[in-house]
C-alpha cells in the first residue's frame, strides 16, 4: 500500500485542517491535507462525479470506522484506468469471486482450520 486517502467534511475536515495547510488535489478537484509524520492524504472531496455526501454516507463501518464502499473503489479505479490501480481491480475482482462462492480463499479462515 503507498498510501491511505481519507475523504472528510464537517469537524472531521476542521480536525484535518489542523495538522497542516491545505493544498490543490492532484486531480485540481478540491483541498487535500497531507499528515506531516504518515503516508495520508485527507481530502475534502472526491474526483468529478462523486458525490462526497453520497460516499461517506453509504460508507460501509468496520469496527466503527467508516471505509468506502468496496464496489466504489472499484468502479473508481476502472473509470481512473491508471497502471497503479490494476493489481488492486485484479484483487477486488477476486474477493468478489471469493464471496460468491466461485473460487476458493487464498487463505483458510480460523473457522476452517482445526486443532487436530
Same mark, same amino acid.
Given at each position: 500500500?503507498?498510501?491511505?486517502?481519507?475523504?472528510?467534511?464537517?469537524?472531521?475536515?476542521?480536525? /484535518?485542517?489542523?495538522?497542516?495547510?491545505?493544498?490543490?488535489?492532484?486531480?485540481?478537484?478540491?483541498?487535500?491535507?497531507?499528515?506531516?509524520?504518515?503516508?495520508?492524504? #485527507?481530502?475534502?472531496?472526491?474526483?468529478?462525479?462523486?458525490?462526497?455526501?453520497?460516499?461517506?454516507?453509504?460508507?460501509?463501518? #468496520?469496527?466503527?470506522?467508516?471505509?468506502?464502499?468496496?464496489?466504489?473503489?472499484?468502479?473508481?479505479?476502472?473509470? /481512473?484506468?491508471?497502471?497503479?490501480?490494476?493489481?488492486?481491480?485484479?484483487?477486488?475482482?477476486?474477493?468478489?469471486?471469493?464471496?460468491?462462492?466461485?473460487?476458493?480463499?487464498?487463505?483458510?479462515?480460523?473457522?476452517?482450520?482445526?486443532?487436530?
Amino acid at each position: 500500500m503507498g498510501d491511505l486517502d481519507v475523504l472528510a467534511r464537517g469537524e472531521a475536515w476542521q480536525c /484535518a485542517l489542523r495538522l497542516g495547510a491545505p493544498e490543490p488535489t492532484i486531480s485540481g478537484y478540491g483541498l487535500r491535507v497531507v499528515h506531516p509524520t504518515a503516508s495520508i492524504e #485527507i481530502m475534502d472531496r472526491w474526483t468529478p462525479g462523486w458525490s462526497t455526501d453520497r460516499l461517506i454516507d453509504d460508507a460501509d463501518v #468496520i469496527d466503527g470506522v467508516p471505509f468506502m464502499r468496496l464496489g466504489d473503489i472499484l468502479r473508481w479505479k476502472i473509470a /481512473a484506468a491508471r497502471p497503479k490501480d490494476h493489481a488492486d481491480i485484479t484483487a477486488i475482482r477476486h474477493l468478489y469471486r471469493v464471496w460468491t462462492g466461485e473460487v476458493e480463499p487464498l487463505f483458510p479462515s480460523a473457522s476452517d482450520t482445526s486443532d487436530a
